[in-house]
């Protein structure tokens, strides 16, 4: 079993910028990926940004690309999601998502464990 705890949410205004944070317990990952998806209300989950965590190889939505960025601290077996240049549309509820895989895959039922979510509210 693999525990996920996201925390980082918050409200910002249009352009500014949030740290989003996803720790994990209960397994090693050296042979997991990690992926961020996000779900506003109304609208299916949908994948953000995922890694690779043996290697650090990363894969964004084309929506994302050029301002956010995944990242991994192998001490603190935390991924991260640095968020910049935030839009209103980047509004969601944010979950970080595990799975014993090799491939980074953008399709959340392809993942077996997740977070609880962190809200995040962009205003205009």
């Known amino acids: 079993q693999v525990q996920l705890v996201e925390s980082g949410g918050g409200l910002v205004q249009a352009g500014g910028s949030l740290r989003l944070s996803c720790a994990a317990s209960g397994r090693t990952l050296s042979s997991y990926i990690m992926g961020w998806f996000r779900q506003a209300p109304g609208k299916e989950r949908q994948f953000v940004a995922g890694?690779?965590?043996?290697?650090?190889?990363?894969r964004y939505a084309d929506s994302v690309k050029g301002r956010f960025t995944i990242s991994r601290d192998n001490a603190k077996n935390t991924v991260y999601l640095q968020m910049n240049s935030l839009k209103p549309e980047d509004t969601a509820v944010y979950y970080c998502?595990?799975?014993?895989?090799?491939?980074?895959?953008?399709?959340?039922?392809?993942?077996?464990?997740w977070g609880q979510g962190t809200q995040v509210t962009v205003s205009s």
């Open positions: 998502a595990a799975d014993p895989s090799w491939v980074v895959r953008v399709t959340p039922a392809e993942y077996d464990y």
């Open positions: 890694i690779r965590w043996s290697d650090g190889s990363t």
